[in-house]
């Protein structure tokens, strides 16, 4: 059992390559202390980002997603986080009718230069997630409901 | 003339220019109608069109893309046809609509609820309209039930009764239940909380089968044989039978369905188990219209395929 068993959750997040993902290095490299529940997996732009990345990692266990792209008007495919921004603003509305606390999925933009600010939004999404506890996950297999209730 | 009898003249008169016309013919047992492939004149025999009219048969035009086909529809099914058409899934001058003005559709479940403890639906050796009842011969005895109380939801929150886009429209084109789905079922339902919702969501997915009959059922799910549901890399789904991968499965055809699905119901009456699998494309239904005022079916662009630089309706997440 891990020792930050209990103080760490598991947040993954979906960064692209050119804003976000040099964001969070330029953060690491100006030594910028920021949580460690964040698992990033490098995608090539947010408009890679399939909804359902976002919907796996949460039936899967994820107790939240962030997902970073360029600023709009910075994509470096031009128009790549335009499709992403309608795409996960859309998603947003699955989430509560499923059981899933729409809190627990937030989208934002942060672009290589600002380390500073992906330093507050590693920090903020962290410490929502940490207000809302782990995630409860779906069960594989309930208790049968009883016939007739 | 009857509606029967002007749409079979309607179905005549197109049937030289088409290599068949999609309409309804007798089903399996008294209660339920069938899709049926008109060719000819003779195959007109079987046509009926109405209260037992319940599948869907713009489900069919994708795999009939490029000859031209004539599809009898209801007011729904035409919004499958106009979404199809606007996603260039079918070409939109290949397909002769004709039109009929639909009065709600059977829900053969709730006559299963009616009849329970009597008889099975099965057991119903014939059904006959009376104005707005309905007949059904039972081994008990003659049942008359209201078409009201066993007509599917989706009729009761109907704005497009009529066939907005059809080619030929027979009949006087009837007023519509509802000028304005208002989601009221979608709001109540969340409102249930979200550790009930999830509790239901565990308890109905798990008595899925994986029949994919939701899927199969769809007229805009297309991808048949690509479906992701099926691959193997990447591997969404498992084989297992946990809930996870059920509903995960229902999450793909809903997320692969947003800002597309009309809401025509045919995934949760295809269901043999009576899962609402609808309310998760409803609830992402009433979110695109909320964001971009857009309906599925009627035609325009489906606002996932396009964007605007500024979206006026989407608060920018510069956070805080």
């Known amino acids: 059992m891990s020792v930050l068993e209990g103080k760490e959750l598991r947040i993954v997040g979906f960064l692209c390559n050119w804003c976000s993902y040099g964001g969070a290095d330029t953060a690491g490299v100006g030594r910028f202390t920021q949580p460690t529940d964040l698992r990033i997996v490098r995608v090539p732009c947010s408009g890679r980002i399939n909804p359902l990345f976002v919907m796996k990692a949460l039936i899967g266990g994820a107790d939240g997603v962030l997902v970073s792209g360029c600023h709009p008007r910075d994509c470096h495919y031009a128009e790549g986080n335009y499709y992403a921004r309608r795409r996960l603003e859309v998603l947003k509305g699955l989430l509560p009718v499923l059981g899933i606390d729409p809190r627990r999925f937030e989208y934002t933009w942060v672009s290589a230069s600002e380390g500073q600010r992906w330093q507050h939004v590693v920090s903020s999404f962290t410490a929502q997630i940490h207000a809302l506890g782990p995630a409860a996950r779906f069960t594989e297999a309930p208790e049968p409901a009883r016939l007739g209730a | ?320």
């Open chain 2, 1 to 320: 003339m009857s509606i029967q009898d002007e749409l079979k003249s309607a179905i005549t008169a197109a049937l030289p220019d088409v290599s068949c016309v999609v309409g309804w013919g007798a089903g399996p047992e008294p209660l339920r109608a069938a899709p049926l492939f008109i060719r000819g004149e003779a195959d007109l025999e079987g046509f009926s069109a109405g209260f037992l009219s319940v599948n869907n048969p713009a489900l069919y035009l994708p795999s009939l893309k490029g000859s031209k086909v004539g599809v009898v529809v209801k007011g729904c099914d035409a919004r499958s046809v106009g979404q199809l058409a606007a996603e260039t899934l079918i070409k939109r001058e290949e397909v002769h609509v004709i039109g009929y003005p639909c009065r709600g559709v059977i829900d053969v479940d709730k006559v299963a609820a009616k009849l329970a403890g009597a008889c099975e639906t099965g057991e119903v050796a014939a059904l006959r309209e009376d104005g707005d009842d309905v007949l059904l011969n039972t081994p008990k005895g003659e049942v008359r039930l209201a078409k009201k109380d066993i007509t599917a939801d989706k009729c009761g929150r109907c704005a497009f009764p009529n066939a907005g886009n059809a080619d030929v429209f027979v009949g006087e084109r009837c007023a519509p239940v509802v000028t304005e789905d208002g989601y009221a079922d979608i709001a109540d339902f969340e409102a249930r909380g979200l550790d009930e919702l999830k509790a239901f969501w565990e308890q109905e997915m798990s008595r899925c089968i994986r029949c994919y009959a939701c899927r199969n059922a769809c007229p805009l799910c297309v991808c048949r044989d690509q479906c992701v549901a099926m691959s193997r890399e990447p591997h969404w789904l498992s084989q297992g039978d946990g809930v996870r991968d059920k509903l995960f499965f229902q999450i793909i055809h809903a997320v692969h369905l947003s800002g597309r699905c009309t809401g025509c119901g045919e995934c949760e009456r295809a269901c043999p188990l009576g899962i609402p699998v609808l309310k998760l494309k409803r609830a992402l239904s009433r979110r695109v219209e909320k964001l971009f005022g857009y309906k599925a079916g009627g035609g325009d662009t489906p606002p996932l395929l396009t964007f605007l630089v500024e979206e006026p309706t989407i608060k920018e997440r510069d956070w805080k």
